[in-house]
C-alpha cells in the first residue's frame, strides 16, 4: 500500500525512511482515530446534541492551534502587511465553519440517526471527492492513483460487509 501512496518519482522519496515511518504511521493512526470517533460517538455520546460534539472538539483544537498560530508562525506579520490577507483570512474562516464545523455536526447528526458502520460509508466519497476536485484543479490523473482508490474502496467494503 505505501507504494501506491507513496509512488516513485514523488517528493516523498527525498524523504529519509525514518520520515517514511513517520508518515507512514501517521496515516495509519488517522485511519484508527477516525474509526474509533466514529465508535465512541455513537456508543457513549448517544444523548449529547450533534452540535455539542463538534463544539466541543472544535474549541479543545482551537486553543493549541491558536498558541501555534501566534507563537509558531509569522501570521501576525503576513496579517499586518498582507494585501489581500484579511480576504483570505475571511475564506479561510468560511472553509472551517461550512467545510469541517458543518460537516463534523452532519456527520455525528448521522451517526446519531444510525449505525457508526453505515456513516462510515462517507468513507466511500472522499477520496472520490478529492480526485473529482484534483481533476476539476487541472491535475492529472494517473493508473497507480486510480489503483490505490481501488485498493481503498475495496478495504472498505470488505470490512463493511456482514459476516
Not at 455539542?52 to 501566534?70: G, N, W
Not at 483570505?88 to 464545523?101: K, R
Request: net charge positive.
Amino acid at each position: 500500500m505505501f507504494i501506491i501512496l507513496f509512488k516513485p518519482g514523488a517528493q516523498l522519496f527525498a524523504l529519509h525512511d525514518t520520515e517514511k515511518l513517520i508518515l507512514g504511521f501517521l496515516l495509519v493512526m488517522a485511519t484508527f482515530m477516525y474509526g474509533l470517533s466514529n465508535n465512541v460517538t455513537k456508543r457513549f455520546l448517544q444523548e449529547v446534541p450533534a452540535l455539542a460534539i463538534a463544539s466541543f472538539a472544535y474549541t479543545c483544537m482551537s486553543i493549541p492551534a491558536a498558541i501555534y498560530l501566534f507563537s509558531g508562525t509569522d501570521f501576525s506579520v503576513k496579517i499586518s502587511i498582507g494585501k489581500d490577507a484579511y480576504w483570505a483570512l475571511g475564506y479561510i474562516f468560511i472553509l472551517a465553519a461550512v467545510g469541517s464545523a458543518l460537516a463534523m455536526y452532519l456527520f455525528n447528526k448521522l451517526i446519531k440517526n444510525s449505525s457508526a458502520l453505515v456513516a462510515s460509508f462517507v468513507t466511500y466519497f472522499i477520496p472520490v471527492v478529492a480526485m473529482l476536485w484534483g481533476i476539476i484543479d487541472g491535475e492529472t490523473l494517473q493508473f497507480i492513483q486510480i489503483l490505490g482508490l481501488a485498493v481503498i474502496l475495496s478495504g472498505v467494503y470488505i470490512v463493511s460487509i456482514k459476516k
